[in-house]
């Protein structure tokens, strides 16, 4: 049976995360428009740098729960690295969809308001509550796969 366009997607992004390097949750996102790619991203450190395989998990060491302390992660959340891409490459996000493996934590919904995305399609949930009360004020538009 043929997927529809947010199946066939989100099947995607459930590939793009294959690639992720963290050892705590894999993630997977990608932007959409007109039926059309734009960027993947996954979450893992920034380029040129060792991964947390490697390295390890500073939040898994100081046992950390998700969704607390973002900023001792060495790893860039899976929708950073889609939008950074588009910059990076000079694509256009504005009035984008966003597929995204887990709901989006509150740096990515600041992110993805401020790049213009109006759609999150999302799986999986994601301890933070202030991301989903941003994204609603902003008028995002979220759709739980689920």
């Not at 900023?71 to 899976?78: D, M």
């Not at 933070?128 to 538009?141: K, Y």
């Amino acid at each position: 049976m043929r997927p529809s366009w947010d199946e066939y997607f989100m099947e995607i992004a459930e590939i793009v995360k294959k690639r992720s390097t963290c050892m705590r949750r894999q993630v997977g996102a990608i932007i959409v428009k007109d039926k059309q790619i734009l960027t993947t991203g996954y979450n893992g450190s920034p380029k040129n740098l060792d991964h947390c395989e490697e390295t390890g998990c500073k939040r898994q060491e100081l046992n950390i729960p998700s969704g607390e302390r973002h900023e001792l992660c060495r790893a860039l959340h899976a929708e950073q690295n889609a939008i950074i891409q588009a910059a990076h490459n000079g694509v256009g996000i504005s009035g984008s969809t966003l597929y995204v493996t887990t709901k989006p934590c509150v740096l990515c919904a600041k992110m993805c308001i401020n790049a213009g995305i109006t759609k999150i399609i999302y799986k999986g949930d994601y301890p933070d509550d202030m991301s989903m009360e941003m994204l609603v004020e902003a008028g995002v538009e979220l759709i739980n796969f689920e």
